[in-house]
Structures are given as C-alpha cells and as structure tokens.
C-alpha cells in the first residue's frame, strides 16, 4: 500500500515538473528561429537575414531600460526649460544659416517651415549629436522576445529588416535608441517605411548620415499627417477666471471665435486673431500653470509624439528659431 502511494506521488511529481518545464518561457534560440521564417514568410531575403541576425543576442542593457520605472515626472516648465534653452536656440540658428540651400528646398517642396524641421531634429537628437548608439536589430529583437509590447516590436523588426533588404543601410550601421527610433530624426522603422525620402536620389533613404533626407523625411512625416502651410501652431494664451477646467486638452477642438468668446485671450490680453480656425486650450501643469492656444499644426506634431510637453517645446523652439 504504501509503495502504491509511493508511486503515485511519484507519478504526480514527474507530471508536474513535465508541465512546468513546457510552461517555461522559449528560449532566445527557439524565438529567433521562429522570427526567421516570419521574416522569410514577410518576403526578406536569405542574405539580409544571415546580415541581420548574424551576432544577435540579447542586449541586457535594454530589457533593464524597457523595465525601468519612469523617474519623477518633471513638470511642463522644468521639462521646457531643458528643451528650448539658449544652447539650442544658438546652435539651430546657425544651422539654419548653414544648411539654408538643403532646408529652402525641402520648405518649397512641402510646405513645412524649416523652423520645425530644424527643431524637431535638435529635441530629438541634438541635431544629430546624440543618436543612440543601439544597433536596431538587436535592439528590437530584445524587445520583441522580452519586451512587454511583444507585437509592436516584431512588427518593427519586420520593418526594419525591409529597410535593410531595400539597400537603404547595412545591419552593421542600423543604429538608433534602445527602442528603435533611428537616425538624426529617430523615426522607427514603420515610420521610416511610411514617410522617410530619398531626397537626393542616390538611391538610400538615408536619415543617418544625408541632411537634404533627413530634412525632406521629417517634413513628408508632417505633410503626410496634415500639416497647413501658411498657418502657425499655436501661442500663449490667457484664460478668464473660472475657466472649466474640463475644456483643456487637444482632443476638445473649437472655433477660434469659441474660445474667443469664452474670454480667451492673448498672453498679455490681446484678443485672438479672427481667423476661422479649430484651436484647442492646451495646460500642460494645469490651469495654474503656463496656458497655450493650439492649431491644426500642433495637432501633427502630436502625431510624431503624443505629448502636450513635447508638441509644445518644438512649437516654442521653432518660433524662437525663426527669430
Ligand atoms: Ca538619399
């Protein structure tokens, strides 16, 4: 009787540790060989994988950066003043004096002020200075085998292994962030297959190392997701005492004319243009804080970021370096 037991403990003991053992997450290997057919089934050649996936492992560095809590968030101004302060400003001043040539024809062609080209690309990467120093497929494939976001990573892999197919850069020089934003303009790889430009026809849609494509990609991204030419993107505004505070926000779009009723204001206390366009009242620290009325414009930078702090800095530092 007590063998019986004996091995019916056994026999439970051994089921157990089986089904324990085909829980367990797959491997790496496992993974990446399954990635490999997915990418053949998505139409990538043998030799772009063999390139791609040649010294692939996990970067460690980037699972501890994709499971790190965000610090403390800063406020709207302490963020502002990091971003849109006078070392910028001189040095996107000079660059537009610099490139003015490249940045007069990518104005012409799309309509997008090269103010905004200029300041997207000094927020997001100091124009150019700071890229991240990440290999992208590695990057991606720790994120898409580890990451918490497991579908819009692979997703992203695919993307960026048809760039790599396409002749646009080498595996090897496919750099950008731990989270596969590349190049000076940090576009992921659907968004480089969506809207980057081979502007001076060489063949490579280079937004690593070519300025006329980096400069015509950031501003097919904004024409591509509605930019209005001629219009600006917003200003500081005032609002009148007991402002409802459940009017705040870039999705509640109104008349100028709307807000203008309300009491809006000019900072200062000018009154609003009479032009008949939507606008939102955007408070990034709340109604104590900083209030800007915003437009068309602001609403496609917020397509490139999702974020009033982020919308709003580029809006500032482009009004500042068109002075
Ligand atoms: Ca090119």
């Not at 700071?130 to 290999?135: A, D, I, L, V």
């Given at each position: 009787m007590r063998n019986y037991f004996k091995k019916i403990v056994l026999t439970f003991v051994f089921a157990l540790s089986f089904y324990s053992t085909s829980l367990k997450a797959e491997t790496f290997e496992s993974w990446l060989a399954q990635t490999k057919i997915e990418a053949r089934a998505h139409g990538i050649s043998h030799a772009t994988i063999d390139a791609a996936f040649s010294d692939v492992a996990l970067i460690q560095r980037v699972v501890e950066l994709d499971k790190k809590q965000p610090e403390t968030k800063k406020t709207f101004v302490q963020y502002r003043e990091a971003i849109v302060n006078q070392n910028r400003i001189t040095k996107g001043r000079a660059l537009i004096q610099q490139h003015a040539d490249a940045l007069n024809e990518i104005e012409a062609k799309y309509?997008?002020?090269k103010q905004f080209i200029v300041a997207l690309w000094g927020i997001e990467t100091n124009f150019g200075s700071?890229?991240?120093?990440?290999?992208v497929i590695p990057a991606l494939a720790t994120l898409a085998y580890d990451g918490r976001r497991r579908e819009f990573f692979t997703r992203e892999l695919m993307n960026a292994l048809q760039i790599i197919d396409d002749g646009h850069i080498s595996a090897a020089n496919m750099k950008g962030s731990w989270a596969g934003a590349m190049g000076q303009n940090q576009f992921m790889p659907s968004s480089f297959n969506a809207f980057a430009v081979d502007h001076n026809g060489d063949g490579k849609r280079d937004i690593w190392g070519t300025y006329i494509d980096i400069f015509a990609s950031s501003a097919n991204y904004l024409k591509k997701n509605g930019w209005k030419t001629g219009e600006i993107w917003g200003r500081r505004a005032q609002l009148p005492a007991n402002f409802p505070e459940n009017m705040i926000g870039p999705k509640i779009q109104k008349p100028i004319s709307y807000w203008a009723n309300l009491g809006v204001k000019k900072y200062g206390g000018g009154a609003l243009p009479n032009e008949d366009m939507m606008a939102s009242i955007v408070a990034p620290d709340g109604l104590g804080g900083e209030v800007y009325i915003v437009y068309n414009n602001y609403q496609t930078i917020m397509d490139w970021n999702r974020s009033t702090y982020f919308a709003t800095s580029v809006g500032l530092l482009a009004d500042q370096l068109a002075r």
């Open positions: 309509g997008v002020p700071n890229t991240g120093g990440f290999k």
